[in-house]
Structures are given as structure tokens and as C-alpha cells.
């Protein structure tokens, strides 16, 4: 048994074991620290930790620009935003990158036509376009990444209620989002050395910082995912937040 996840690794997951303070970003868990010490009571060992990176300001820097630049001459990248005329057709191209993209990945079970079609009809009336990019590689597709405004800010001030009034706070309070988190970066293997990655990076950073937003959130990254880990640390961000997957230690294990 392995957990806690809903339903998947393709949705929320983790226990958050570090950095309680503050409310969770959009499509991120939260639970009391003493959750911690309940589900470990019980038999359940770490089976694998998931980082949240924070990133303090999100526009890039003049060497961040000039080194995008070279890598986008060296490379032949280029790298567009979401078309919503194509909403559709866009949502297919993700599904194939995504299940390419992380079939390696501990974990990962590939997401069904009709799982992302929940998902995307969900997003699909609060998601900016200039937050959803693909890349391309002498024309062909390299990979996708997608940033979401954090609006469990407006939310929040909704108490739960759309009516009488909780659609207008929403409205309102949206205009204060201050933070981005970048839900999903992924890349085809083929093309995981040129620059892609790092280029549709900064072009979400660039995007939210128009956008007016100030911070922005990376999360969830496996542990050992050195090579994206690395990545977004050079750009600044660091760990500030740890989700925990649990397994049941199987018998043999127990007996070792």
C-alpha cells in the first residue's frame, strides 16, 4: 500500500512533513503536523520524498536572458504559448508529452483520454494561456509546461460560497495573486540536453512577472530528480516545502 495520493500521482499527493506555515498553493496538500507522527505510528516508512521549490522573485535576470538566448541559437528551440481557439487539440499534444515525458518516472501511471479531459474541463476557465507553453526543436515537439495562478487566494475569501456574493470576491481577489506555481515541466528524452527545459522556464518566468506576479512555486519534484532539481536551483529557488510518500513495509522487509 502507497500513499497518500488522490487517486494518483497524476493529482494531489504526499503528506506534507515540512514547512507548515502559510496556507497550500493551488492543487497542493496540506495537513496538521501531527498527522506525521499518526500515519508513521501505524507501520507506514518513507518511501519517497517530494520537494516544493519557492522562488522569491520570478523575473529573470539579465544573465538568465543572455544564457536563454544562446541556448535558444545553439539548440533551434523555439517556444509558444497555449492557442484556446485549439483548446482541444492543445490538450492532446499534452497528454502525449506528459505520458512520454514520465513513463520512467517512479510511480508514474500513464493518464487516460478521459482523465485528462476532466482535468483540463476543470482548468479550462481559470488557466492562462501565457502560463501553458510548448516547446519545439527544429519544428518538432520537445515538451509542454504548465503554471497556474495560485487562486486558493481568492478562494479562501469565498467561505465556500459562490452566492450571493462569493463570485464577486472571487473576481476581486484575484487581482491580488502574487504567486504562480509551476504544476508540470515536461520534456521528450531525446531532447532533455538542449535547453528546453531551462527555456520554457523562462518563458513562464517572464510570462507571470507581466502577469504581476512576484513569486512563483515548483512543485512537486521527486527527490531524486537531480537533473530538474539542479536546474531550478540555479535559477534561484529552493526547497521550502517536503511531501512524503508512504509505503506499508512488506513482511519480508519487516522480518529483515
Known sequence: ???????????????LVKG?????VVMMTYN?????????????????????????SVGPTERLLSVAEKLRERYKVTVRTLDKSRFWDEVDIVRRVYNEAWED????????????????????PVVDAN???FAEVDGELAGFGLGLPDFNVALRKMN???LPIGW????????KIDLARCVTLGVLEKYRRSGVAELMTLELLKNAAARGIVKGEFSWILEDNTMMRTAIEKMGASVYRTYRMYDVPTAATQRA
Open 20 to 24: 507548515f506555515d502559510g496556507p497550500p
Open 105 to 124: 518516472n517512479w510511480g508514474h501511471i500513464p493518464m487516460t483520454e478521459a482523465e485528462l479531459t476532466y482535468m483540463a474541463k476543470q482548468l479550462k
Open 131 to 133: 502560463l501553458v507553453v
Open 168 to 175: 464577486a470576491k472571487a473576481l476581486w481577489y484575484s487581482r
Open 32 to 56: 496538521p503536523p501531527w498527522y506525521v507522527e499518526l500515519v508513521e505510528g501505524y507501520g507506514f516508512a518513507k518511501s519517497k520524498d517530494l520537494f516544493a521549490y519557492l522562488m522569491e
Open 160 to 162: 465556500g460560497r459562490l
Open 1 to 15: 500500500m502507497r500513499g497518500p495520493a488522490s487517486f494518483s500521482l497524476n493529482e494531489e499527493a504526499g503528506l
